[in-house]
């Protein structure tokens, strides 16, 4: 048993005025003598207990009743950090030492139940995907320590390029991580899906930043592809889709229209790839009323999967 659990139940003996002493300690876990007063100074020394000794009682008592240990009355803390450590598993950080570090210092720093607690959250994203962590750490490295960050990056149409980066900030979009960068082979500022970095090293010190995130660069529309809003969509959404979207955040800038038949839901959208594909997900409880080059869109891809089971 670790010395936070034996100190928890020490502490709980000194709430209920039981007058606990070394004795205790060592008669209840099997302990020495000398750990069972390491066990007690860390508990009057470190988490600041009100200790005192009853010579009468032989054994010692709070002087401050209204005393608790950290997180003993913050069941809602020790919830999110559980879930905290979760959420990282799922987002593909699993694997990184630090993590396996950061979940045997919580167990230790925080209330016994957090082991539990960890039993009994299940978090589950799909299409997670797995980081290398000696390519996460680099990223961090020169993110933090304003490096240059060079990369070999492999597109979605499969080529592939050395890059220099200068990291501005990380983002976690759905379950996958990205990296919104400078780039100076595009001069430009791109958006680099990380699961397809396939190494990546740090580079010198970055002097003063001259390339910060333009504003609303993220968040000017719709979805994880970036830039500047070409139009507001207008979709219909009928029968269960008006009931789940309806209580769904899209986009900041998102409004919902409430009609006869569902509801109409308007966002301004930069590029039509995301879209197309959340509208697909609907099916036919879905319907583009603007624009009409998105509508073209969605119907020309439905004829494509309509031809696909002929």
Known sequence: ?????????????????????????????????????RDISYLRDRLLAPLAFNSVHNGYYYTDNDFT??????????????????????????????MKKLENRLSQLIAPGYERLMENILCQWIEVENLEPAIFESIIEALLQEKLLVIRYTSANARQSIRTLEPLQLVNYQGSWYLLAYCYLRKDHRLFHMARITNATTGGKLGKRSHPVPKAYLDDAFGIFTGMTRYHAKILF?????????????????????????????????????????????????????????????????????????
């Open 1 to 37: 048993m670790s010395q936070l659990e034996r100190i928890y139940a020490f502490h709980q003996k000194l709430k209920n005025n039981r007058f606990p002493n070394a004795r205790t300690l060592v008669e209840e876990f099997e302990l020495s003598r000398a750990t069972a007063h």
């Open 238 to 310: 009928t029968g269960t889709a008006a009931e789940m979207v309806r209580r769904q955040h899209w986009h900041r800038n998102q409004t919902i229209e409430h009609c006869n038949n569902g509801i109409i839901l308007a966002l301004p959208v930069a590029d039509d790839r995301e879209i197309t594909m959340k509208i697909l997900q609907y099916g036919s409880m879905a319907k583009v009323l603007e624009p009409a080059s998105l509508q073209k869109r969605i119907a020309d891809e439905a004829k494509k999967m309509v031809k696909l089971y002929h």
């Open 69 to 98: 240990l950290p997180f003993e009355d913050s069941p809602k803390l020790l919830f999110l950090m559980g879930l905290l450590k979760k959420m990282a598993d799922e987002a593909g950080l699993a694997n990184l030492p630090e």
